[in-house]
């Protein structure tokens, strides 16, 4: 494609996916993003893998076709374990996805102990137990399947509340005392790192949180190779929500501030001003 559509796609079942646009965004500002997300599957994890993939491999193929761009970037961690090659298969541009940082934990363990934090079905997959296999043989880990900690995130990215006991019920895992010795806590979810503040205070800053926003951001570069985008400023993007989205002035607020000039609510577009 030519350096006239410096743009890529993004693809998450929420708003997690905007940790990795972050990453992506001061790392490469001249580059343009569009969004999508996926409200009316979320959370992915509740998806079984063959509706998973045709329901992301239908959604990036029509959005590719509306708006072509160089790179699709699959911003959540249950959807690259799952979709990736099929995805692949579909398309004719470079497809990125999410690895859990379980390889830069491992490497910066001084304890050799280390938790992976994420959805149950992430943490239960094959990919995850290899990535543990190849990089993290040395350590002991600590796998904890959140449940509903993305969901507290979508609700803190919206609206600035956060419901401090059910955060620390998420955590409790990480509270046992053969795990005092934790020094490394991979956040294997894009949600999580909307929490990183909340989460390092209930773990009282013992342990260092590690996410995959900048490698993300690292590969993509190196897949795209222009290094003009390294200048210039990220504006013009849009954010397509599918299901219902609230259109408050707040939403619209933050929506703006990630950097999106355009709402598209399924068939509905509104331009920010």
């Not at 990795?20 to 580059?31: H, T």
């Not at 304890?111 to 043989?137: M, N």
């Not at 053969?178 to 909340?198: F, I, K, M, N």
């Not at 933050?254 to 920010?272: M, N, P, Q, S, Y």
Request: glycine share 8%; net charge positive.
């Amino acid at each position: 494609m030519s350096d006239e559509r410096r743009a890529i796609w993004l693809l998450d079942s929420g708003i997690g996916g905007l940790t990795i646009a972050r990453a992506i965004r001061r790392r490469l500002p001249g580059l343009v993003q569009h969004y999508i997300a996926d409200h009316a599957a979320f959370p992915y994890g509740g998806l079984d893998a063959e509706t998973l993939i045709t329901r992301v491999c239908d959604l990036m193929t029509r959005a590719v076709a509306a708006r072509p761009v160089d790179a699709v970037v699959i911003a959540c961690n249950t959807a690259s374990t799952v979709v990736l090659p099929a995805l692949r298969a579909r398309l004719s541009i470079p497809v990125v996805g999410v690895v859990p940082a379980i390889r830069p934990a491992a490497a910066a363990s001084l304890s050799g102990v280390i938790g992976v934090l994420a959805t149950p079905g992430t943490v239960k997959s094959a990919h995850v137990a290899t990535l543990i296999e190849r990089f993290a043989g040395h350590c002991r880990v600590l796998k904890i399947g959140a449940p509903n900690l993305a969901a507290l995130a979508e609700q803190h990215w919206r609206d600035g509340t956060l419901d401090q006991k059910a955060l620390a019920r998420e955590l409790a895992p990480l509270r046992a005392p053969e795990w005092r010795s934790l020094d490394q806590l991979v956040l294997g979810c894009t949600h999580y790192p909307l929490l990183r503040e909340a989460i390092a205070a209930q773990l009282g800053g013992r342990v260092q949180l590690v996410d995959s926003g900048d490698a993300v951001a690292r590969r993509l570069e190196a897949v795209l190779g222009n290094p003009s985008l390294e200048q210039g400023e990220n504006v013009g993007g849009c954010l397509h929500v599918t299901g219902k989205a609230a259109e408050s002035s707040a939403f619209v607020a933050r929506v703006r501030a990630e950097g999106f000039r355009e709402i598209l609510v399924d068939k509905h577009t509104a331009v920010l001003r």
